[in-house]
């Protein structure tokens, strides 16, 4: 392999990206927009959750127990109503997703110590947020309950007695459960496994179409030697994104970078020579602009963005899809970024994810080398 | 350069090429002395771009055998491309860069040893014509500039044989006459030259020429000899007022294969000159036209190139018939 001639190629193709502004914009503004765009839309917290009251009681102790809702920060107060067709017209309307009906003997039956009914309609049409502002009132509720009955034990005299079992959750890694410092990590390998197949799928289908590949494949120019000068361009277009997106990251969504930052970037690195030469190897098959790029868009961002984990745990899928998600390349960049990113892990933790993506980087650099023919047809 | 003394430029036995069910190139056998200017000429879609991209190694025959400066066209075919320089019919110059730009990018490619890289540029460059032009954006340049930096691209190298496919298409007379006085040049120096063209004029110019058609080679020779030997029917030369209605008039005697305007007068193909001379020329007085002259004449490339075909169109004709 003769470096001259990989050297001519990388800075024929650089000239070619800097005097198009429109591979500029597609290798570094769109990733960085749809981090910021993704980055801001995609939450996945509940809080704030909109709730009508209808208190039947109207009593000292159903303000009491109202003033527990309202002083949590996961729901926030819409109004007051006072019949069902209220109650309904504000779900319909979106105006509330949950409603608290509180019954009219609520004051009576706390006093006389018997059992209280309160019920919480859900607008069940949004069932994420409905299960998890159902587990928000069930917690207000039973800490309420739990006043309720160390009141009366401290009246009555007795001495107050402790739960046998207490539950004391310390959620590692990602304290406040800040769904946003686990998605940004995983977007950042969503966006550029999407962004840098698509930037080398044009190259050499464009060569083709233009006629100018006719006469590069009748020099001595070898394969590789052109496979790596086309990547070397869009490889370090695809390391700035990263840097920036590392930036942004930092700076902008401030999520805590507790590993290290150089192995985000040597694995960074692997990932993009793999999902480089994918896009290479899709414009090499279909030596047409248009269709690489099409199948460069559907080939990465579906199964980046359903079956890599960054949103949607894997976990959670059909057995079958969860198989599947071991031939998607992004699974393990995900992996390997939240690791680094929460949990500070380094690269013994992380070996077979590094492994795999090693193994895709290869594979898909040995394909494209080997369906690149010097002849036309 | 890597040649042995004495061995050809080109050697092609029944290459042949299929596409689907479609005879590309078939049977075609030539050989191409080192020094040579070599044309291919023939009309659009007879084979010549098809001939050329197998010789240069860019494309696999489907039958038949070949060497290029010594190396076997099937088995040898990136040998082949380190001694040879290809203008294909685009010129295949990347348009947003500029002519410095693409003569660094080739001489990169085809490993220009350091020392002979500025060298090499400035002579591309003076050859084309470009001194004024370096850092113009290549998609500016017009078509004969384009032209000759893509020669000149292709030939950094300084290889021993050059394939030009139909390289003056869509150039202008002045450029092309150009492009011309630097074959002879490069010719001049040894290179061998293998150029294909539909231009007759230019098929002049080419020391040996082989006529293609409909992928079949039907003729091979000097311009001379084609033009001598090759066609057995004679040309005559007529020269009266009103040649467009006269050789409506001409078409219409039995004997007659082909009557075509040419310059001012007309050429006719004819058997026999002496017998067919005398004929015309009653012909024209009789019907009130004023005959300045009636002559055998050397039959133009054209002539027999449309003779040849003609043969040949009847030939198959008649067989189509038969097997029927």
Known sequence: MSPRRIGAMARKEFIHIFRDPRSLGMGIAIPMIMLLLFGYALTLDVDKVPMVIWDQSRSQASREFISHFLGSRYFSLQGYVDKYPEVEKSIDSRRALVSLVIPSDFAGRIASGRKTPVQLIVDGSDSNTATIAGGYAEVIVAAFSQDLLLQEFRRSGGVSPSNPVELRPRVWFNADLESRNYIIPGLIAVIMMVIAALLTSLTVAREWEQGTMEQLISTPVKAPELIIGKLIPYFTIGMFDVFLAVMMGEFLFQVPLRGSVALIFAQAAIFLIGTLSLGMLISIVTKNQLLASQLAMVATFLPAFLLSGFAYPIRSMPPVLQWITYLVPAKYFVILLKGIYLKGVGPRVLLVEGIFLSVFGLVMFVLANLKFKKRLI | ?324
């Open chain 2, 1 to 324: 350069m890597a040649m042995a003394e004495g061995e050809k430029a080109v050697v092609v036995r029944d290459l042949e090429r299929r596409f689907g069910s479609f005879v590309a190139v078939n049977r075609v056998s030539f050989e191409v002395e080192k020094g040579e200017i070599f044309g291919f000429l023939g009309p659009n879609g007879a084979g010549k771009s098809t001939t050329i991209r197998i010789l240069c190694g860019i494309l696999a025959p489907s039958g038949g055998t070949g060497t290029v400066a010594g190396f076997d066209i099937v088995r040898e075919a990136e040998k082949i491309k380190a001694h040879i320089g290809y203008m294909s019919q685009k010129f295949s110059l990347y348009e947003d860069l500029t002519v410095e730009e693409n003569i660094n990018f080739y001489s990169g490619i085809y490993s220009i040893a350091e020392e002979k890289k500025k060298e090499r540029k400035e002579w591309v460059i003076q050859m084309a014509g470009l001194g004024e032009r370096r850092s113009t954006r290549t998609a500016l340049l017009a078509g004969g500039w384009k032209q000759r930096l893509a020669l000149g691209c292709a030939i950094l190298h300084e290889p021993p044989i050059i394939f030009l496919d139909e390289p003056t298409s869509g150039v202008d007379p002045i450029s092309r006459r150009r492009f011309w006085d630097l074959i002879y040049e490069l010719s001049s120096k040894g290179v061998t030259i293998f150029v294909t063209t539909h231009y007759m004029d230019e098929a002049e110019y080419c020391d040996r020429i082989g006529l293609i058609y409909r992928g079949e080679l039907i003729a091979l020779g000097t311009p001379e000899a084609l033009k001598t030997e090759w066609m057995r029917e004679d040309v005559l030369e007529c020269v009266c007022d009103r040649p467009q209605e006269a050789m409506e008039l001409i078409e219409t005697i039995p004997g007659i294969k082909e009557v075509a305007l040419f310059g001012k007068g007309l050429h006719a193909v004819v058997e026999k000159a002496e017998t067919f001379q005398e004929i015309i020329r009653q012909h024209l007085l009789d019907n009130g036209y004023r005959v300045i002259g009636i002559e055998k004449i050397v039959p133009s490339l054209e002539d027999v190139f449309v003779s040849l075909i003609e043969a040949r169109d009847k030939a198959e004709q008649a067989q189509a018939e038969v097997r029927k």
